[in-house]
């Protein structure tokens, strides 16, 4: 049990264009949902934390306006990266959580700007 | 100071060999702690989940937790070259919001 998905799983796109990400808990109910960005050789970065039906947590330094994040029930969340830039490209990683327990992590989107 | 700290390594060793990695931590408050093995290009995959102070064993996996040295474990019991990754110990409180990562350490195990 326990498994998140996460769609697409890599994505090259123009500059300026927006990408959406979604992130589905596909056995469980999350309460919660993670959303973190990784380069390569380092380590996961939280940018957001969002719970079901209300407005996402952003970390410091991450612009809302550019990531947004909606969360509209138990089993989805979307990372909608807006206008995107070169300086964009990353790896993005969602998890999934329930109250009390780990965090369980989808398999990681690539996102490519050009 | 970091809330975790992991050496990132790399480290090698050769096929058998028994693997220790480590981190500590600074924050009293974490109760839950976990270790994530993450494979080049793909998202982390939950290892090890311990509640508090012990042992945990699955495998050639054991998990060991120190709480009053703040200090945690996980070793490899006979290492594979399928082992080679990135291995990330993670912790949290009563509530996973609130999980704090180590920076991952980077195995290799050569055959």
């Known amino acids: 049990g326990a498994v998140v998905s996460q769609h697409p799983s890599w994505v090259i796109c123009k500059s300026g264009t927006s990408v959406k990400i979604e992130c589905r808990s596909l056995?469980?109910?999350?309460?919660?949902m993670f959303w973190y960005r990784q380069f390569p050789k380092q380590s996961l970065m939280l940018m957001a934390t969002?719970?079901?039906?209300?407005?996402?947590?952003?970390e410091q330094g991450v612009e809302k306006d550019k990531f947004l994040i909606n969360h509209a029930s138990l089993t989805l969340s979307t990372l909608t990266v807006t206008s995107a830039h070169p300086e964009d490209s990353s790896f993005y990683i969602c998890?999934?959580?329930?109250?009390?327990?780990?965090?369980?992590f989808g398999p990681g989107t690539r996102l490519l700007v050009l | 100071q970091k809330e975790v700290e992991q050496d990132p390594g790399p480290l090698s060793v050769p096929e058998g060999a028994i693997v220790s990695l480590n981190c500590t931590y600074s924050?009293?408050?974490?109760?839950?702690f976990m270790w994530y093995r993450q494979y080049s290009r793909k998202g982390p995959e939950l290892l090890m989940y311990?509640?508090?102070?012990g042992n945990k064993e699955d495998g050639r996996f054991t998990a060991q937790v120190d709480k009053s040295s703040k200090y945690i474990s996980l070793f490899i019991r006979d290492s594979q070259p399928s082992d080679s990754a990135t291995y990330l110990c993670?912790?949290?409180?009563?509530?996973?919001?609130?999980?704090?990562f180590g920076a991952g350490t980077r195995l290799t195990v050569k055959p």
């Open positions: 998890s999934a959580g329930r109250d009390g327990e780990t965090q369980y």
């Open positions: 056995d469980f109910q999350a309460t919660t």
């Open positions: 969002s719970n079901e039906g209300s407005k996402a947590t952003y």
């Open positions: 924050n009293s408050a974490f109760q839950y």
């Open positions: 311990t509640y508090s102070s």
């Open positions: 993670a912790m949290s409180g009563y509530n996973n919001n609130d999980m704090r």
